[in-house]
Structure formats: structure tokens, C-alpha cells
């Protein structure tokens, strides 16, 4: 699996957009972006994936460089309960155990 | 909708005593099931993951074991915990499904080994 970078904090005013980046300069093609969260205490929470394309959800927009090798999650209109550390993980489609290897993330702080 | 719980949330036993965790998971057949540890100020650490009944794949070697006697429970144990098996134990599950990475977690077990 490739590995992934991301910085080890970052701050976000409430209200405004966290853009939450991600470097995975080894990815290869068959290689799905995933992120998760992280609230103190509490266990991990899926936010997204994607390949190539942009994707957008309820929770998130996970945007993905046309060379793929980085990628960031925007949390639109950033509150309070958003505060976590997030990860960010590179899995291939292939195999059936579907392990996920979680880094150290990124602890946002959304300050009010 | 599916749902996973465990339990206990919290635990405090003595090094050398044994231990058992539990998850279940309702709403789903024929998950893949994983255990994950969280030591204090460190990363999620894989520790089993089963893709079915009787079927558990270890991670990291430890004094752990893993069981999965029906399709949606998956124990953890020990038979003699020691102080570093102190952590925030997490079960996860996902669907069996062709290209998901979509793990969901339970809320948890905090086991201090005193």
C-alpha cells in the first residue's frame, strides 16, 4: 500500500472550510483514497473515498489531484464537533481481508 | 441498519488475570470482523481480522487471541494480561463486499492493566 503524509495539526475557525491535505506520491493505479476520523474517545468514522474522481457527500468533499498523488478533504462549514484526528489511507481494490493501516493523521482543532 | 456494540466500555483488571472482550455486530451477515488497539498517545494497531466463522488472522504477535464462534461475534482474550495490553480496544466491522474499505466501529473498550 502506499504511504501517506499529512501534517501533524492544523487549526480551523468554526464556520469556515478545514481543507484537510493529504500527500500519497506513490499511489498506484488501482489505489482508492479513503478517509476516516477520529473523535477523542471514540472509535474511527469513515468520511469518504474516491479513485480519481471528485467526490462529495454528506459529510465531506474529498478532491484528488488529476496525477493522483494528493488529495485533500474539505469539511465545507467546520464546527465545533468536527474537532478529531483525521486519516487519511490509500488501499487497493484488491484481496478480501480489507485491512486498513491507519497512520497518525491529522489533528484538526476548530476553534470557535 | 446495522449496528455494533461491545462491551465491557470500561475495564480495570490486574496483570495476570485473564481477559475477555466482546462484539457483536446486528444487521449484516457474513461480515469481516477486526480487533484494533489504541495505546495511550499512539496510533489504531491492527491486531485480528476474520473473514468468517472459525477463521481469524493475526496481525502482531502478543499474548492475545482472537475467536469467532458465530457469524457476527468476535471475542478477544487473554489468559494472562500483562501491563502493556493496557489500551482502548476497538471492534470493526465491514461489509463482504468486493472493493470496501468502509470499516464501522464500536464505542470501544478501555482496559488499564494495573
Known amino acids: 500500500d502506499a504511504k501517506t503524509t499529512q501534517p501533524p495539526s492544523m487549526d480551523c475557525a468554526e464556520g469556515r472550510a478545514a481543507n484537510l491535505p493529504c500527500n500519497h506520491s506513490?499511489?498506484?493505479?488501482?489505489?482508492?483514497v479513503y478517509w476516516y476520523r477520529q473523535i477523542h474517545s471514540q472509535g474511527p468514522q469513515y468520511i469518504i473515498h474516491?479513485?480519481?474522481n471528485n467526490e462529495t457527500n454528506e459529510m465531506a468533499s474529498l478532491i484528488i489531484t488529476e496525477d493522483r498523488k494528493s488529495s485533500t478533504l474539505i469539511l465545507p462549514h467546520a464546527t465545533l464537533r468536527d474537532t478529531a484526528v483525521y486519516y487519511c489511507?490509500?488501499?487497493?481494490?484488491?484481496?478480501?481481508?480489507?485491512?486498513?493501516?491507519f497512520g497518525k493523521g491529522t489533528l484538526l482543532t476548530v476553534n470557535p | 441498519s446495522q449496528t455494533i456494540h461491545q462491551w465491557p466500555a470500561t475495564l480495570v483488571q490486574p496483570v495476570g488475570s485473564p481477559l475477555s472482550l466482546e462484539c457483536t455486530v446486528e444487521?449484516?451477515?457474513?461480515?469481516?470482523l477486526y480487533w484494533y488497539r489504541q495505546a495511550a498517545g499512539r496510533g489504531l494497531q491492527l491486531l485480528f481480522y476474520?473473514?468468517?466463522?472459525?477463521?481469524i488472522s493475526s496481525e502482531v504477535p502478543q499474548n492475545l487471541s482472537a475467536s469467532r464462534p458465530q457469524d457476527r461475534q468476535f471475542i478477544l482474550s487473554s489468559k494472562k494480561l500483562l501491563l502493556s495490553d493496557s489500551g482502548f480496544y476497538l471492534c470493526?466491522?465491514?461489509?463482504?463486499?468486493?472493493?470496501?474499505?468502509?470499516?464501522?466501529f464500536g464505542p470501544g473498550t478501555r482496559l488499564t492493566v494495573t
Open positions: 470493526a466491522w465491514a461489509p463482504l463486499a468486493p472493493s470496501s474499505y468502509e470499516q464501522y
Open positions: 506513490t499511489i498506484s493505479g488501482n489505489e482508492y
Open positions: 474516491g479513485l480519481k
Open positions: 489511507i490509500v488501499r487497493s481494490s484488491g484481496g478480501s481481508n480489507y485491512k486498513l493501516t
Open positions: 444487521g449484516t451477515s457474513n461480515p469481516n
Open positions: 476474520s473473514v468468517g466463522i472459525g477463521q
